[in-house]
């Protein structure tokens, strides 16, 4: 596979791949089934979902396929969180699929761990270049606005460009897909025992592992009232999700 190492292929990951990777139906139920929710459904028919598996293993940006969003949405995100496109690179996002949200289009969003140390506490690297400077400050300003939607929706938000950005830059563009109208999910999917990610952290071994430790990182920054509940930006739903799964990884394709 070009690009994609078998040293990588471990983890978080491979786990990633490995539920992209079952027939189409399987990966539908079992997309629906991380978001749990009685309005929420990913159809094998008419959604569409990266990465695709193991034989096309590409992250999306959400503005790189027509098939997340239409072209106007695309630009006004990339507007929104970018001065300058040369060079630049928008957030990828582990899993992506396209579902309907209590009959409307909406779009779930997986961010994936496999272990502890999968969780960053840095803010987002310094600028090198004079149109990095002037993302980097563009961000920063996406990311206030964001906070503030969200502090007007529910009090004791605290995103930030400089630190914790890996989670705030999350929870802003889910936000700010709220405000174009497009219903989100965001779940924080823990992959339990990874064991083989023991030389690189410490793995979840259960769900209250999990739900402990994305909790405690995101201590002063997502209210913890957040998680879980329906909350609303100009009427359109979001969900912010804590969900674990185990995978068997014999069970490749």
Request: glycine content about 6%; hydrophobic content about 40%; aromatic content about 8%.
């Amino acid at each position: 596979m070009k690009n994609l190492t078998l040293d990588r292929l471990r983890g978080s990951l491979l786990r990633c791949l490995l539920m992209m990777n079952f027939p189409r139906h399987h990966t539908a139920e079992l997309l629906t089934s991380l978001m749990q929710l009685p309005n929420a459904v990913i159809s094998s028919d008419s959604d569409f979902w990266m990465p695709r598996g193991l034989r096309d293993y590409r992250e999306t940006t959400l503005v790189d396929s027509s098939d997340f969003l239409t072209p106007d949405r695309c630009k006004a995100l990339t507007d929104w969180w970018l001065e300058k496109l040369r060079g630049a690179n928008l957030p990828n996002w582990d899993i992506a699929s396209t579902c309907t949200i209590e009959g409307i289009k909406g779009l779930l969003l997986v961010e994936a761990k496999a272990h502890d140390k999968e969780l960053s506490e840095a803010g987002k690297s310094q600028p090198t270049t004079s149109n990095s400077q002037m993302n980097h400050k563009h961000i920063g300003i996406a990311i206030e606005q964001a906070n503030a939607g969200l502090n007007g929706v529910m009090k004791g938000w605290a995103l930030s460009r400089d630190s914790h950005y890996q989670l705030s830059n999350r929870f802003a563009w889910a936000w700010k897909l709220t405000t174009l109208g497009v219903p989100v999910v965001l779940v924080y999917l823990g992959f339990l025992n990874a064991i083989e990610m023991c030389d690189q952290g410490q793995p979840f071994d259960n769900n209250r592992a999990w739900d402990s430790c994305i909790r405690n990182h995101a201590k002063n920054i997502v209210p913890d009232d957040a998680w879980g509940k329906r909350l609303e930006t100009n009427g359109t739903p979001v969900w912010f999700l804590i969900r674990s799964v185990q995978l068997e990884l014999n069970k490749v394709d």
